[in-house]
C-alpha cells in the first residue's frame, strides 16, 4: 500500500479543521474561497481533496463516527454488552450530529457517487466496518449482505435526519433505542467467538 504524503494529510485534515470551526462560528456553509482561506491552502489545493465543501463536512462527520467506531469494537471485545453498546454508540452518533446540526445540514445535500445523499454513504461504509469487525461476513451471501447495508445506511439516515429536523416526537434517548431495535440481526445478535484452538503438546 503506497505511502500517503504527509502534506496532503496536513492540508485535508487543515480544511476539516477551519470547516468544522467556520460553521460552529457562522452557522452557514462558507464558500470554497472563504474555506481555502480559513484554512491557509490555495483554493486549487482544495479541489485536489474534495468536490465541494459539502462533501467536506461529510468528511468531518465521518471522522468523529470512526472514533466511535472504534470505541464500539473496543468496547464489545472487553466484554459489555453487545446491545448497551450498541445503544450507547447510537446516541453519541446523534449527539455528535446535533451539536453540528449546521455541518449536518450541508453534508445532507451532498449525492454520493454511490447514489446515496448525505451521510448515507458514509453510514454505509461505517456498516461495512461493523460486519467485519463483528465477523458477521458470513451471515449471508454477499450481495443479500449489500442489500441489506444500503438499505439499513438509508433508514438510519432518515431517523437522524427527522431527530435533527424536530419531526421526530421522542427523545434522544428513546430514538437511540428504537433505531437498534430497527438493526439487522447480526447488529443486535453479534456471533459470538468460537472456542479457543487447544494447545498443542511439544
Not at 465543501?53 to 461529510?58: C, R
Not at 438499505?151 to 421526530?168: E, K, N, Q
Request: net charge negative; aromatic share 6%; charged share 25%.
Amino acid at each position: 500500500m503506497p505511502e500517503v504524503d504527509p502534506r496532503f494529510t496536513r492540508s485535508r485534515r487543515a480544511i476539516a479543521d477551519a470547516l468544522a470551526g467556520l460553521m460552529e462560528r457562522t452557522q452557514s456553509c462558507p464558500s470554497v474561497s472563504a474555506l481555502a482561506e480559513a484554512a491557509g491552502i490555495h483554493r486549487a489545493t482544495f479541489y485536489n481533496h474534495f468536490d465541494s465543501v459539502e462533501e467536506a463536512a461529510v468528511y468531518v462527520i465521518a471522522d468523529e463516527f470512526r472514533v466511535l467506531h472504534d470505541l464500539n469494537i473496543s468496547d464489545r471485545r472487553r466484554g459489555a454488552d453487545p446491545a448497551t453498546v450498541a445503544v450507547a454508540t447510537l446516541n453519541a452518533m446523534l449527539d455528535a450530529l446535533r451539536r453540528r446540526k449546521s455541518l449536518f445540514l450541508v453534508a445532507s445535500t451532498w449525492r454520493s457517487p454511490s447514489g446515496l445523499m448525505g451521510i448515507g454513504d458514509l453510514l454505509l461504509d461505517r456498516l461495512r466496518a461493523l460486519r467485519h469487525d463483528l465477523g458477521a461476513e458470513g451471515r449471508q451471501s454477499g450481495p443479500h449482505n449489500a442489500i441489506e447495508d444500503v438499505y439499513a445506511a438509508s433508514g438510519v439516515h432518515g431517523v437522524f435526519s427527522a431527530a435533527i429536523g424536530g419531526t421526530a416526537d421522542c427523545d434522544q434517548g428513546e430514538i437511540a433505542v428504537r433505531l437498534y431495535a430497527l438493526l439487522p440481526e447480526w447488529v443486535r445478535q453479534p456471533p459470538q467467538p468460537g472456542p479457543a484452538p487447544p494447545l498443542e503438546g511439544p
